[in-house]
Antibody, heavy 126, light 111 residues
Framework: EVPLEESGGGLVQPGGSLRLSCAASGFSVSSNHMTWLRQAPGKGLEWVSIIYANANTYYADSVKGRFTISRHNSEDTLYLQMNSLRPDDTAMYYC????????????????????WGLGTQVTVSS | QSALTQPRSVSGSLGQSVTLSCTGTSGDVGRYNYVSWYQEHPGKAPKLLIYDVTKRPSGVPDRFSGSKSGNTASLTISGLQAEDEADYSCASYAGSYTFVIFGGGTKLTVL
């Protein structure tokens, strides 16, 4: 059983929007730090966004102001709303759980990602 | 912040050992002990192999080991098996602004 399953990818024109979903099974999305990552063709993985258990959200500079991460607690589903899409957003998008550590100041350091899904392909092209 | 540097490809023979490198800077790999390694097979979910530089999740064979020296982290795979042929990516925490950066990935070929 795959603990996370992404959906919602597809072909979209530049400037368009898509909403990706990530359904969790076996654990609560709201009790975990959930992330989106992506991998463009022929490129390495890239961290995109995180929503902490306390609902704080953060984004990579490359998507800030265009993407929004959210979750539906009762349905254990994570979302990524992607607006103003560009060709360089073309990638396989993955969701995963982030694990790490809090320091004495309460700042969370991401150490690693577990329970990746199989991904959903997003292609931005005219 | 730039991506971590990994060799594009590495090869090794069945039963041998190989070491994959991952070079960052004093702001990421050199500063934090939060280096992780992932194995990627086509059509499968990426799999966590090593975290916190040297730790192995349960279920990962002890043929996989991690280490770090200065700004360079390494993944060593001993007793190479055919199923080890895959892409391997490293990642490092890079602070509360950049969060996490990845390497470009290394394609391991088992001869």
């Amino acid at each position: 059983e795959v603990p996370l399953e992404e959906s919602g990818g597809g072909l979209v024109q530049p400037g368009g929007s898509l909403r990706l979903s990530c359904a969790a099974s076996g654990f609560s999305v709201s009790s975990n730090h959930m992330t989106w990552l992506r991998q463009a063709p022929g490129k390495g993985l890239e961290w995109v966004s995180i929503i902490y258990a306390n609902a704080n959200t953060y984004y990579a500079d490359s998507v800030k102001g265009r993407f929004t991460i959210s979750r539906h607690n009762s349905e254990d589903t994570l979302y990524l709303q992607m607006n103003s899409l560009r060709p360089d957003d073309t990638a396989m998008y993955y969701c995963a759980r982030a694990r790490g550590y809090y320091d004495s100041a309460g700042i969370f350091s991401i150490s690693f990602f577990v329970d990746w899904g199989l991904g959903t392909q997003v292609t931005v092209s005219s | 912040q730039s991506a971590l540097t990994q060799p594009r490809s590495v090869s090794g023979s069945l039963g041998q050992s190989v070491t994959l490198s991952c070079t960052g800077t004093s702001g990421d790999v050199g500063r934090y002990n939060y280096v992780s390694w992932y194995q990627e097979h086509p059509g499968k979910a990426p799999k966590l192999l090593i975290y916190d530089v040297t730790k192995r999740p349960s279920g990962v064979p002890d043929r996989f080991s991690g280490s770090k020296s200065g700004n360079t982290a390494s993944l060593t795979i001993s007793g190479l098996q055919a199923e080890d042929e895959a892409d391997y990516s490293c990642a490092s925490y890079a602070g509360s602004y950049t969060f996490v950066i990845f390497g470009g990935g290394t394609k391991l070929t088992v001869l």
